[in-house]
């Protein structure tokens, strides 16, 4: 079974990047056919998908969040990452990892962690 | 890309069925099977219930099923239990390797 482990600063300052890393446990980040994704959730909010990376390297993202988003892999830590530019208040939020067999759904989820932008 | 439509909320009587729509477009509930459905209690994380339209993974109860007309998806709850109680969110494929959810549904045990 595959188990997720968000892990990141907690609070980040307007215009500043931010990096979240997520562990992978009970399975490889470099598995044929996984996609490994991110999603987020605003408080008192609903789900965002921000985008997924697939085992063979290819990414896709959220057309909003394109432009500011980057999703990586490091298979030596057996980690996927996520990195999020020019924050604003609108980017605090829970954000969880996910995986799954399609990148149409995710059947193992991190407990999410909580960011907030602020100065 | 806007969230798909959910109501915010739904009740019934426990042993009761209720239903939450999911609407979206041609561009995404309608076009593609596709859809899936999560559940959320508060402060935890989402549990996938339902798969690519009607699909339930290993240990999800029966109870829980899900179909699609038109753009619209639903997700019907049979046998609602007080265990049911909680916010409920459907994702769907919107073309170009992207997804979008919906706006989420509270659903109440009376």
């Known amino acids: 079974q595959v188990q997720l482990q968000e892990s990141g600063p907690g609070l980040v300052k307007p215009s500043e990047t931010l990096s979240l890393t997520c562990t992978v446990s009970?399975?490889?980040?470099?598995?044929?056919?996984?996609?490994w994704g991110w999603i987020r959730q605003p408080p008192g909010k609903g789900l965002e998908w921000i985008g997924y990376?697939?085992?063979?390297?290819?990414?896709n993202y959220n057309p909003s969040l394109k432009s500011r988003v980057t999703i990586s892999v490091d298979s030596s830590k057996n980690q996927f990452s996520l990195r999020l530019t020019s924050v604003t208040a609108a980017d605090t939020a829970v954000y969880y990892c996910?995986?799954?067999?399609?990148?149409?759904?995710?059947?193992?989820w991190g407990q999410g962690t909580p960011i907030t932008v602020s100065s | 890309q806007s969230a798909l439509t959910q109501p915010a909320s739904v009740s019934g009587s426990p042993g009761q069925s209720i239903t939450i729509s999911c609407t979206g477009t041609?561009?995404?509930?309608?076009?593609?099977?596709?859809v899936s459905w999560y559940q959320q209690h508060p402060g935890k994380a989402p549990k996938l219930m339902i798969y690519?339209?009607?699909k339930r993974p290993s240990g999800v109860s029966n109870r829980f099923s899900g179909s699609k007309s038109g753009n619209t998806a639903s997700l019907t709850i049979s046998g609602l239990q007080a265990e049911d109680e909680a916010d409920y969110y459907c994702?769907?494929?919107?073309?170009?390797?992207?997804?979008?959810f919906g706006t989420g549904t509270k659903v109440t045990v009376l």
């Open positions: 996910a995986s799954g067999y399609s990148s149409s759904w995710y059947a193992y």
């Open positions: 041609s561009s995404d509930v309608g076009s593609y099977n596709l």
């Open positions: 690519e339209g009607y």
């Open positions: 994702c769907s494929y919107a073309g170009s390797s992207t997804y979008v």
């Open positions: 009970g399975g490889s980040v470099s598995s044929n056919g996984y996609y």
């Open positions: 990376l697939y085992y063979s390297g290819t990414t």
